[in-house]
């Protein structure tokens, strides 16, 4: 009886997670935004990466990773757009649903595209992924 009682509590954290997970407000005010002085290059941390280029036309290049992030499965925008020169999109895992941020914004003649988890400690390397896929994507 015991047993059952803990399995069913188990279950029921577990459910109560994932549903915590994919309906958890994703405040624009908090998640848009450039905050990087990163010279170009690429830049691990924890939880996320960030790549900046430096480009010749770069809201070519943000038209570009724009149209590569809405070819993303389970991604969407969250806020912005190419005319603010920033622009902010949630991608959810495909189990869980757990969300990632990802920023792309222009800074002068550069590019910044920036991806971070959400919840959590280790991306395992999904954000990384991520951002090398878009820049192959977008031919920078």
Same mark, same amino acid.
């Given at each position: 009886?015991?047993?059952?009682? $803990?399995?069913?509590?188990?279950?029921?954290?577990?459910?109560?997670?994932?549903?915590?997970?994919?309906?958890?407000?994703?405040?624009?005010?908090?998640?848009?935004?450039?905050?990087?002085?990163?010279?170009?290059?690429?830049?691990?941390?924890?939880?996320?990466?960030?790549?900046?280029?430096?480009?010749?036309?770069?809201?070519?290049?943000? $038209?570009?990773?724009?149209?590569?992030?809405?070819?993303?499965?389970?991604?969407?925008?969250?806020?912005?757009?190419?005319?603010?020169?920033?622009?902010?999109?949630?991608?959810?895992?495909?189990?869980?649903?757990?969300?990632?941020?990802?920023?792309?914004?222009?800074?002068?003649?550069?590019?910044?595209?920036?991806?971070?988890?959400?919840?959590?400690?280790?991306?395992?390397?999904?954000?990384?992924?991520?951002?090398?896929?878009?820049?192959?994507?977008?031919?920078?």
């Amino acid at each position: 009886m015991i047993l059952r009682l $803990v399995l069913a509590a188990l279950v029921l954290a577990v459910l109560a997670f994932a549903v915590w997970v994919r309906l958890a407000p994703l405040p624009a005010d908090r998640y848009h935004r450039m905050d990087s002085a990163n010279v170009p290059g690429d830049w691990p941390m924890r939880g996320g990466f960030e790549a900046v280029r430096q480009v010749p036309e770069p809201r070519a290049a943000l $038209v570009a990773l724009a149209q590569a992030a809405e070819l993303t499965p389970r991604t969407e925008l969250l806020e912005g757009s190419v005319e603010e020169g920033l622009l902010t999109f949630v991608t959810r895992s495909a189990v869980w649903g757990f969300p990632d941020i990802s920023n792309i914004w222009i800074d002068g003649d550069r590019v910044h595209l920036r991806a971070h988890l959400v919840f959590g400690g280790n991306d395992f390397g999904v954000n990384r992924a991520r951002v090398e896929g878009w820049l192959a994507l977008a031919g920078l």
